[in-house]
């Protein structure tokens, strides 16, 4: 059974940083694509960056330029490296997997909080 486990979320002020992680196991985490989203409360869950198996990347318009994401794959890890942090940054931010050639993120992290002071 696959399990996420996101850490590094906390509270800092506009203009840093933080990094996020996520720990995969249960499976083959080579074989998955993986997703950073976030949410606020009252909002959709919105997706922020994602990688796929094979290393491409893809950014919300929102968070280009300013997130990386990025995988481990000897350590079943994936990162998002979230610098000029702004307040509307502020949300819960999930991890998410799938296999590369399923149709929808199927897994899903407990979350970690992201607060931004201004």
């Known amino acids: 059974q696959v399990q996420l486990v996101e850490s590094g979320g906390g509270l800092v002020q506009a203009g840093g940083s933080l990094r996020l992680s996520c720990a995969y196991s249960?499976?083959?985490?080579?074989?998955?694509?993986m997703g950073w989203y976030r949410q606020v409360p009252g909002k959709q869950r919105e997706l922020v960056a994602a990688?796929?198996?094979?290393?491409?990347?893809n950014y919300a318009d929102s968070v280009k330029g300013r997130f990386t994401i990025s995988r481990d794959n000897a350590k079943n890890t994936v990162y998002l490296q979230m610098n000029s942090l702004k307040p509307e940054d502020t949300a819960v931010y999930y991890c998410?997997?799938?296999?590369?050639?399923?149709?929808?993120?199927?897994?899903w992290g407990q979350g970690t909080q992201v607060t931004v002071s201004s």
């Open positions: 998410a997997s799938k296999m590369h050639w399923g149709p929808r993120y199927d897994t």
């Open positions: 249960g499976g083959i985490f080579s074989f998955n694509d």
């Open positions: 990688i796929t198996s094979g290393g491409s990347t």
